[in-house]
Structures are given as structure tokens and as C-alpha cells.
């Protein structure tokens, strides 16, 4: 009975660390978003780029950007959730607009184009995977340091 | 006792991990021309450095006789031997004549450095080994600061720019560069074999072997075997483990000089910290136990040691295109310590 | 009496000696008092939680476990993966503990079965232990991560295609758990919650002592024979204390790396045990005693020299070199100096129990005349 207890117990608990393993797994996702305020074409039309854009998370301003700019930020977990403060032209006054999006899992950097997004176009248009552009740098092959007291030579 | 059980038991005192290794070396061997190594230059190769790493593992000898354990503590008979080799070239000797004086300024170092070292095990007999290591990562450290203020001058050991304190790597040309390998060295299309270090080695361990047969060396080796029995024998027991541990210290400066003579540098600073641990592995792997070692199982462990320090890299990597000889040597050597430390009936004593 | 007071002075030179060692080299270094409090306080949080993982090893008679740096390996395989999972922040820190718990916990049992097949040398043992487990350590992170274990990111893979770059980036934890409610106090950065998993690791380890096991570990500490016969399980009991240290160590390497904010992926576990040895040391333990309170003190004491020996190296002589080889020496003095201690305590304590022996088995034959001799 005490044995059988035991067992439960153990179990409960390799079940309860796992599940806890499996919510870090979705919550602590990072990600990061580049917003684009770029020009673009999708089905033929065009989308011009706004005069100003502001982004604004959790009550902190993350990029602002001209026309033709990108800005970033990092993001935890797999919910977009920004204002928008957008300048349509210059002198005009900006207008806010809360935009919020679910991201997908598996990709690590993501471009959001603005101008796209506004104009309420699906999630396949405005998203694209953002990859990076190798440097030559990048391609040197690397030495291992092993141990930092040089034994590596010899005896 | 028949003959299966006498296989068996003789398969059980050589070790398993020291079945693996000693397997693993010969597999590289017969592979290594097929893989299109060059076994002649590869066994040249094992040949040289047996001759410059032989005289560090004959270092153990005496000690591990006495019952003072595999000495760890092998890094403070080393910076002997640097002080001799930097002395002896600060003092302005050159060429061969330099090895000599390293070797003689070397000696009082070695016997001081031992006689305090044998004094502090005397107090901490039973856990000799552990503070072994720590003796000798103090005094590296030490030796570190001591390199840096001790006022060298010799253009060649010292940073050009300040002009005080001794290089990490000081080259040898010039002074003690294979003053002994040089002597009467046989070359044969591509081997060529240091005669005259491999004679000084043989010297050596012959003078060790010998010695070992009087009567202070049996006394040694009762003292390691029983100290109860030998101490009711008669035998000054602290005295002949101090005797142990000197003449441990001295070898290990000699061992060092005749390294640097063949290997062309002088390593100093943190360099000597980790070369107990090669050389304790190595006379392990040549069949030593913790309290038992003679000078076949230094010879068996150098060659078969070195065998896998200079093969693994060219042959592995020409099989899996992989570098993974440090890795092998680490597992591998450390391995062969700690089956060693875990043997029952050594650890009883 | 008088025994015991000898001891106790012998016990805190070390860490008289250090408090005399930083009141010479803190005016010298030049530090301001704000910036040396601010590193003091980092390196408290930074290292506290690794170095109370030696407690429990030493309660159970083992000496200093040498192998904690197998935990910190685990720490450091389980942040690797995290990282490539890109599981950021606190939650990757999180993962990173769950996962090497059971890293830790195997690499803990190995190590203790080792280690009871060499009792009466566990720290040799466990320090080449070290030395062995960093091989296959990198057998693994060198070789198979990225070959039979899929790593993604080339940031931390090696640009062959195997194998961890000797650098990994932890930017995205880079101190996220300090930052979490740090306080700060005239321009003093205090991480509190790193602060208060430290004070709940020390009432756990409170708890643990007068729990059965605790117990138990201390009678096998004190006696394996007589423990034995008591109907403790001895080999059980020690296997456990080196797994709960190999555990506790792998938790505070993660907190370790998250403040420093990247890992030196074959470096930095390699010199972790020495200088959290040193460190307790430092504080007064000594191989068969420490507490909790030496933690902390040899935390405070030790980092300051750690701090203040370069800058004031470099002021005396004019070469910062001096100052770094001095206080590696120093780290290295102190545990030289502890064993010989701990080893020659040992065998006065023997012979002088063997002298009570032959004084009573003498008295006994010749009754009272021996006394006066003694």
C-alpha cells in the first residue's frame, strides 16, 4: 500500500515537471519581428509605405520608422500583440490602430510588412520568414580551444 | 590450477580498460597503410617522443614503490628541471655543455623541492595523492608569479619589449636543442632514431632497476608492500619514503630537460600544471597499479601511450574525416586513472 | 577544551588571513566603495547556489566533491539545446533545469558508484572523475551535437557543420532571472530573486539535516561501520549525497551562466569546482565541516581578493600579470593548505585514539603509576 503510494506519488510529479517542461516549451518561445514599412506589391496591387510608423509594446515604444525603413523587437510566446501609431502623410495627424497576431511557432525571425497589414490583406501576404544573410566572416572555419592551458601540444 | 583459469586470471589482473586501449593501438596500427598513413614516419614518431616523455613516467617509479602513491605532485620535480634549464642558460652556457649544467643546477632544486615535499607527505600519510595534485598546482602557480619577477636578463628568455620576465615559450636553438638525440642519431629514409636520448633513458632505468635490487631498494619496496612488516623489520620507514619521494622529484627534473631537448622549447607558466596526469596514465597503462610499478610497465605504457597520442590523429582522420584524438586521449587516460583508483583490493590498503 | 579552542583558531586563520589580505589590497586597487560593493553583490548571487552543492557531499563524509563539475556539464548541455530550441528568458531557464536534472542525476549515480569503490580516496577520484566525464563531455558537444543530436542555429553551431562554436550566447537570458524584482539601492543592483532562491536552497539544505536521510548521510559521515551496523544503507546513502550535489550543482550553473550571459562551451565548468572549493574554504569549512554560514562568508572574502588582488598586483608592480597568478595561486594555496590540515587532524585524532587505547590497556595492567607518565 505505502509502495503503491509511493509510485503514484513519483508518477504525479515526473507528470507535473513534464507538463511544466511542455508549457515553458510554448510560452518561452522567442521570436523575433521585424516590421517593414516598405512598399509593396501583392496581386498585382500596390501598397505604398506610410510617411511614419510608430510600434508600440507593452507601453514602450520599440522602433519608429520613416519610409522605407525596418525596425525589430523580440517577442516572447506566440501571440503579437502592438499599436500602431501611423502618420499617413507629413503634417497629418497620426491615427493608433491595435493590431494583434498569432505567430507561427517554428520560424524564429519573422518581416511584417505594414502597409499590407493595414490594408487587411491574409497572414500570408504580410509574413515572410526573415533569413539571414551569411557574412564571409561567417563562413571561416573556427578553432576549438580544448583547454586553456595549452596541454593540447604535448604531455 | 589449470590453464582456462590461469588465462582467466591473468585477463583479469591486465584490466579490461587496458585490453581496450592496448586493442585500439594495434587496430591503428594495422589499419594505419591502409588508410595511406605512413607507418614507418608513425613508428618514427612513437620512437621520439617514448624518448622524450620515457624519463617523466620512470618518475613514478620510486614513489608508487615506496607506497606514496602515483605522484601527482610530478609538476614540482618539473619546475626544477625549468629553473636548471633557464639558470643554465642565463648563466651563459651553450650547446651541449648547457643540458649538462641544466642538469646540474637542476640537481639541489630536485633534492630541496623533494626533501620538503617528502617531509609534507611524511604528516599526511593515506591522502598522499590528492594533496600531491595540490602541491603541485600551488607551486606551478607560484613558479608563475616567480617567472615573471625573478630578475632574468638573457635576451633570449625574456619579453623583448619590458625586458624583464621570461617568455611562455623559450626556443631552445643554440642551447640544449637535441643535445642528446643529436648524439649518434640513425637515419633511415624516413625514421630517424635519437640514439642518444634513448641510451640516456636506458642509463636511467637501468640505475633505477639496480638500485631497486640493493638493499635500500628492497627496503623501499617492503615499505610500500607492508610498512607494519617492514617497520618491525628495522627498516627507518620515513626515511625511505622520503628517499622515494627525492629521488621521484630528481627524475622528474631530469625527465623535463631531456622533454625540452627533444621538443626544442622551454614551457613555462601555467605549461608544467596538467603533465602528471599523461604520465600517471601512462605507466597505468603500461600495467602499474597504485602501489606496484616496475620499469617494463613504464616502457610498455610510454610506447603504448604515445602510440595512441601520434596515431589517432592522422589515422582518424583519414577514416572519418574527424579529429577526435583529444577526445580519445582524454577518455582514454583518464579512464585508465580511475579504474585504477577503483580497484578493490588496491583500494583496501 | 583546550584541544577544541586550538582548533576552532586553526580554523578561522584562513579566513583571518583573507580579511587581512583585502583590508591591504582594497585601498590599493583603487575600487571605488560602490563599485566593489556592486561586484560583491553579482558575485554573490553568481556563485552561491553552486558552491552550497558541496555541502551535502561533505555531511556525508565524502571531503570536497571534486565531480560538481559533472552538474555544471549538464547545465550546460541542457542551455545549449535551449538555446537552440530558442526558448528565451525566464522559461528557457526553466527548461534548462528540467532538463538537466536528469543529466544530472545519471552522471551523480556513475559518480557515486565509483566513488564507493574507492572509499578513503573519494576526492582524487572524484577529481579525475571530472577530468573524465569532461572527455565524453565533449565527445558529445563536440562531435554529436549537430551529427546525431540535430542543432539548428548556425549561430552556435560550428561553421563544418558539427560540433558547438567555443562561445554560445545566452543574450536572450542574459541576466533575466537577476533582473526580475532587483532592487536597486544607492546605485547598488541587487538581484533580489536570484537572492531569495538562495535563502530557500539553505532552508532546504536546514530541512534536509534533521530529515531521516540527513541523518543517515551524517552517521555515514561519521562512521561507515558503525552506521552500517546501525542498518543504514551506506553505498545508498553516498550515492544519493553525490547525486543531490550533482543536481544542486547543474541548478547553479544555470544561474551561474545566466548572469555571465554567454557559455565558453569547453572552458567554463572546467575551473567552476576548483574556485567554489576554494571558496568555502575560504570561509572556514574545512574537508569533514562546513556550514552555511561559511558559504557566504567565503563567497564575500574570496571574490574580494578575486577583485581587488589584479588591480592592486598591477598598482605594486606595474604588471597586471602579477596580480592574476597571485590570486590563482592563492585559490590554490588555500585547498592545499585545507587538506594538509583536514589529513593531519586526521591522524593526530588516530594516534591519539590509539594512545587512549594503549594508556587504558596499560593502566589496566599496572594500575595507577602509568597515569603520571602520560
Redesign the interface.
Known amino acids: 500500500m505505502e509502495n503503491k503510494r509511493q509510485l503514484l506519488f513519483r508518477i504525479a510529479a515526473i507528470v507535473i ?1 513534464v507538463a ?2 511542455a ?3 510554448i ?5 523575433t519581428i521585424y516590421f517593414d514599412n516598405k512598399t509593396a506589391e501583392y496581386d498585382g496591387k500596390k501598397y505604398e509605405s506610410f510617411y511614419k510608423v510608430a510600434i508600440i509594446k507593452d507601453k514602450e515604444k520599440v522602433a519608429k520608422l520613416a519610409e522605407d525603413e525596418r525596425g525589430m523587437t ?1 517577442l ?1 510566446g506566440q501571440t503579437l500583440s502592438v499599436t500602431l501609431e501611423i502618420t499617413d502623410e507629413k503634417g497629418a495627424d497620426p491615427h493608433s490602430a491595435k493590431v494583434s497576431m498569432p505567430i507561427p511557432y517554428g520560424i ?1 525571425g519573422i518581416v511584417i510588412n505594414i502597409p499590407e497589414l493595414m490594408a487587411g490583406l491574409p497572414a500570408d501576404a504580410y509574413m515572410s520568414e526573415f533569413v539571414p544573410v ?1 557574412t564571409s566572416e ?5 578553432e ?12 | 590450477m589449470t590453464m582456462k583459469e590461469r588465462i582467466t586470471a591473468s585477463f583479469k589482473e591486465f584490466g579490461l580498460p587496458r585490453l581496450i586501449i592496448t586493442g585500439f593501438l594495434v587496430l591503428l596500427l594495422i589499419i594505419a597503410p591502409f588508410v595511406g598513413s605512413d607507418l614507418p614516419t608513425q613508428i618514427s614518431n612513437i620512437i621520439n617522443r617514448f624518448s ?2 620515457g624519463i ?1 613516467v620512470l618518475a613514478m617509479v620510486p614513489m608508487v614503490h615506496s607506497g606514496c602513491g602515483l605522484n601527482f605532485g610530478l609538476p614540482l620535480g618539473i619546475i626544477s628541471g625549468l629553473l636548471g634549464a633557464t639558470l643554465s642558460i642565463e648563466l651563459g652556457f651553450t650547446g651541449g655543455l648547457s643540458f649538462l649544467m641544466a642538469i646540474i643546477i637542476a640537481t639541489p632544486f630536485a633534492l630541496v623541492f623533494g626533501a620538503l615535499y617528502g617531509w609534507l607527505l611524511k604528516k599526511i600519510k593515506g591522502g598522499e595523492m590528492m594533496i600531491a595534485t595540490y602541491v603541485g598546482f600551488s607551486s606551478v602557480s607560484l613558479m608563475c608569479m616567480m617567472w615573471l619577477v625573478l630578475p632574468y636578463h638573457s635576451p633570449n628568455m625574456v619579453w623583448g619589449l619590458a625586458g624583464k620576465g621570461l617568455r611562455t615559450t623559450i626556443s631552445l636553438e643554440g642551447y640544449f636543442d637535441q643535445a642528446l638525440a643529436g648524439i649518434a642519431q640513425i637515419n633511415i629514409g624516413n625514421i630517424s632514431i635519437p640514439t642518444g636520448t634513448l641510451l640516456f633513458f636506458a642509463l636511467l632505468a637501468f640505475a633505477i632497476w639496480a638500485f631497486l635490487h640493493t638493499r635500500t631498494g628492497t627496503a623501499m619496496t617492503a615499505v610500500g608492500s607492508n610498512p607494519k612488516f617492514a617497520k618491525a623489520a628495522g627498516i627507518n620507514v620515513d626515511w625511505i619514503r622520503m628517499l622515494s619521494v627525492i629521488m621521484s622529484t630528481w627524475l622528474a627534473a631530469i625527465g623535463i630537460l631531456v ?1 625540452e631537448q627533444g ?1 626544442g622549447f622551454i ?1 613555462l607558466y ?2 608544467p ?3 602528471a596526469l ?2 600517471v596514465s601512462a605507466i597505468l597503462i603500461g600495467g602499474a597499479s597504485v602501489n606496484k610499478a616496475s620499469i617494463m610497465n613504464v616502457i610498455v605504457g610510454t610506447i603504448l601511450f604515445q602510440g595512441i ?1 601520434t596515431m589517432t590523429p592522422t589515422v582518424m582522420n583519414n577514416i572519418i574525416h574527424m579529429d577526435m584524438s ?1 577526445v580519445i586521449r582524454i577518455i582514454a587516460s583518464m579512464g585508465m586513472i580511475l579504474f585504477a583508483l577503483t580497484r578493490k583490493t588496491e583500494a583496501s590498503r | 577544551m583546550k584541544i577544541k579552542d586550538k582548533i576552532n583558531l586553526r580554523q578561522a586563520s584562513v579566513p583571518i588571513m583573507f580579511i587581512i589580505i583585502c583590508a591591504v589590497c582594497i585601498p590599493l586597487s583603487g575600487l571605488s566603495p560602490k563599485m566593489l560593493i556592486n561586484e560583491i553583490i553579482t558575485r554573490m548571487g553568481r556563485n552561491s547556489f553552486l558552491i552550497l552543492s558541496l555541502l551535502i557531499p561533505i555531511m556525508a563524509g565524502m571531503g570536497l566533491n571534486f565531480g560538481m563539475t559533472l552538474g555544471a556539464m549538464a547545465a550546460e548541455i541542457a542551455l545549449i539545446l535551449v538555446c537552440d ?8 531557464m ?2 534548462a533545469a ?2 538537466s536534472v536528469p543529466i544530472s542525476v545519471l552522471l551523480g549515480v556513475f559518480c557515486g558508484k565509483i566513488l564507493n569503490r574507492a572509499k578513503g580516496r573519494e576526492m582524487i577520484t572524484s577529481y579525475i572523475m571530472a577530468f573524465f566525464v569532461n572527455g565524453i563531455y ?1 565527445l558529445i558537444v ?1 562531435f554529436l551535437m549537430g551529427k546525431v543530436i540535430p542543432i539548428k ?2 549561430s552556435i553551431k ?3 557543420g558539427y ?1 558547438i ?2 562561445t554560445v550566447s545566452l543574450l ?1 537570458m542574459r541576466q533575466k532571472l537577476d533582473n526580475m524584482l532587483a532592487v536597486n539601492i544607492a546605485g547598488v543592483k541587487i538581484p533580489v530573486l536570484t537572492f531569495i532562491l538562495i535563502a530557500i536552497m539553505c532552508f532546504i539544505i536546514i530541512w534536509f539535516r534533521r530529515t531521516k536521510l540527513g541523518q543517515d548521510m551524517r552517521a555515514v559521515g561519521q562512521d561507515m561501520e558503525v552506521a552500517r551496523d546501525a542498518g543504514i544503507n551506506v553505498e545508498r546513502t553516498r550515492i544519493i549525497s553525490i547525486v543531490i550535489s550533482t543536481v544542486l550543482a547543474g541548478l547553479g550553473m544555470i544561474i551561474y551562466l545566466q548572469n555571465m550571459g554567454n557559455i565558453a562551451t ?2 567554463a565548468h ?1 575551473q567552476i569546482g576548483m574556485f567554489c572549493i576554494a571558496a568555502l574554504l575560504v570561509g572556514g569549512a574545512s574537508v569533514d565541516k562546513a556550514s552555511i554560514g561559511n558559504v557566504f562568508l567565503g563567497v564575500v572574502l574570496f571574490h574580494t581578493m578575486f577583485i581587488v588582488a589584479p588591480r592592486a598586483g598591477a598598482y605594486i608592480t606595474g604588471d597586471s600579470m602579477i596580480g592574476e597568478y597571485f590570486r590563482v595561486f592563492v585559490s590554490y594555496a588555500v585547498i592545499t593548505v585545507a587538506l594538509i590540515m583536514y589529513e593531519t587532524n586526521k591522524r593526530k585524532a588516530k594516534s591519539a585514539a590509539s594512545m587512549r587505547l594503549k594508556e587504558a590497556q596499560e593502566s589496566e595492567e599496572m594500575g595507577e603509576s602509568s597515569q603520571a607518565d602520560a
Not at chain 1, 138 to 142: A, H, N, T, V
Not at chain 3, 85 to 92: D, E, L, M, R, Y
Open positions: 515537471i511544466i517542461a508549457v515553458m516549451f510560452i518561452g518561445r522567442g521570436h523580440d516572447i524564429d551569411a561567417d563562413e571561416e572555419e573556427e576549438v580551444v580544448i583547454d586553456e592551458f595549452e596541454m593540447t601540444d604535448d604531455m | 622524450w616523455n617523466l622533454y621538443f614551457q601555467m605549461a600544471f596538467y603533465m599523461p604520465a597520442v583529444e | 530550441w530558442q526558448i528565451v528568458s525566464v522559461p528557457g526553466i527548461l528540467i532538463i565533449q563536440l542555429h548556425s560550428l561553421p563544418r560540433g562554436r567555443n536572450s569547453y572552458t572546467s
